[in-house]
């Protein structure tokens, strides 16, 4: 199944346009979405649900590959900040926080929810074997064994709510639609067993104008991607992405008005800005060929937490 | 001066090869090396000085740029792993560390050295202004102000001795010379001030079946750079490197026998072996265009601290 993870998935329109334009949208918590998913109510992406919660990417490992990936994260803190993994082999419910506030008054790493199971609190999840994708499902409780163990790395969405409470709301969620993600050419470090990847970012066109606002607001979000990695035209060769109207996951991005496929040339003084982004790992276990079974969130599908972005990265993210 | 960062130094043989060769060589601890520095008695490079005491990299900057030059560092920590700064601006003696050991008993940061000047404590210093290098001199007191904040970097040499006590003597150290470092395309990723830099990579030659064990020792040493980011002919390529006789700084690399340049298809099964390097911050200096007085040391003419390798890394790194 090669193109099962770059499918974009055409269900989440409806959703996010139905939690952007309405407050008493479902899921306004952390665990009442990671609940959701759990039964299976929730199946789409997350995106805009639970608003000022932290959202993470997932991937799982045997626990043989654990030390590369810590490294991995180490040596790449952009595109793969860890903030969390499993205490122990096995464990889907007990996490080591590695996340501390930005602004420490108390330096202990920050609990990120209270009632988790990794297994489930996903909407979907991609299976891996041998580092190719092999399914789609929304459980892994079949697939889960007692030598995994589970990752959690931050998410961009942390930083899109800080965007829009500053008047630069990324397109893609005033459109209600899911953030365009393409493949770099970009090195990944190596760590250990994770070698020959390359870093997958993360797409909002913005105004050449509001680019270095841009970069001021996400700049204190250092768990969750932080600033961009590359901004402009020039900045979309330099990451060897030739297309910005084909993403590799996520849905195509729109011109503002919502006619047409965004693209150089056509939107006067618009410019695409890249993030890295938490799809990196699975990137990157593929290129690496794993052997035995991975598991990932489902690109957009997160697992949303209890913690809220204010705790982590200060008061001057606005509640909604 | 646009040439004068690049001139490669041909002062360092003699005594490398004295160090070398001979086990009372002067400067076996870090005070002894600094103090020599610090009178002008030493003004060539240090590699091979003071054998398993940790050496590094300077950067001083006006204190704006403090808070941008802390999160590149934090952004891209395999180039620019930054182990300590000045308590406070205009401090050159004050030093606040970063540096942890790798395996914490104690998890307390490591005091790096008791009796320290920045100013004049490197053998060779580069004067930059408004981006440009304009000087190279072996002191700054002249140059430094009550608005300069120093940073200290890890450096590979480091690793070089456990690799030596391995049985993998990096071939410039066995033929006395300064290691090769060359410019990259590989972006640096961009915070606050800091935007356009590229990586800076240090160049060792190893045999194809030995690549896998070179990683494996240098994997630990998280500190000064770690274990490689590329090696090969199509990963010197992947890093926009065109000729590898042609290095950016340090000494021409040779052939095994010491006739010759290294180079592709010149020597068989060996190929070129890549690790971050700590002049990647004056190259972001100097790409970023700063305004004001920042200094830096010259390449390979280090600041040798008080504290050892086997202090930070564990105890696999056998004193000589």
New interface residues.
């Given amino acids: 199944m090669p193109n099962l993870l770059p499918s974009p998935n055409k269900l989440i329109t409806t959703i996010t346009k139905m939690t952007k334009t309405n407050p008493s949208a479902p899921y306004q918590t952390g665990v009442s979405t990671r609940l959701a998913a759990r039964s299976q109510t929730l199946t789409t992406q997350t995106s805009g649900l639970a608003p000022s919660h932290l959202q993470a990417n997932l991937l799982v490992l045997p626990a043989r590959y654990a030390p590369s990936f810590r ?1 991995l994260c ?2 790449n ?2 595109p793969c900040p860890l903030i969390a993994q499993s205490s122990h082999p096995g464990s889907f419910s007990q996490l080591t926080s590695y996340l501390r506030p930005t602004s420490p008054s108390n330096p202990a790493p920050i609990k990120l929810a209270w009632d988790i199971d990794l297994r489930r609190d996903a909407p979907k999840y991609i299976v891996y074997r041998d580092g190719e994708p092999v399914e789609e499902v929304h459980d892994l409780e079949s697939h889960w064994g007692p030598d995994h163990v589970g990752f959690l790395i931050g998410c961009s969405y942390s930083f899109e709510e800080a965007l829009s409470n500053a008047g630069l709301p990324p397109r893609h969620t005033v459109q209600g639609r899911n953030v365009a993600m393409y493949r770099t ?3 990944l ?4 067993v994770f070698t020959g990847g390359t870093y997958v970012v993360s797409m909002r066109p913005y105004r050449v104008e509001d680019v270095e606002r841009v ?1 001021e607001i996400t ?1 204190r979000y ?1 768990a969750t991607h ?5 901004w402009g035209w020039e900045g979309m060769r ?2 060897g992405i030739e297309d910005i109207g084909k993403p590799d996951w996520g849905d195509v991005p729109l011109m503002g008005d919502g006619e047409g496929v965004f693209g150089e040339g056509k939107e006067d003084g618009v410019v695409p800005v890249f993030w ?1 982004c938490g799809v990196t790992p699975q990137e990157a276990v593929m290129k690496a060929g794993l052997e035995g079974v991975v598991m990932g969130h489902a690109p957009g599908h997160m697992i949303v937490l209890d913690v809220k972005d204010h705790e982590v990265f200060g008061g001057a993210v606005k509640s909604r």
Same sequence: chains 1, 2.
């Fill in positions: 490294l180490r040596r803190p952009v050419t970009v090195p470090l190596p760590a250990g970069r700049r250092v932080g600033e961009p990695i590359a330099r990451l890295g």
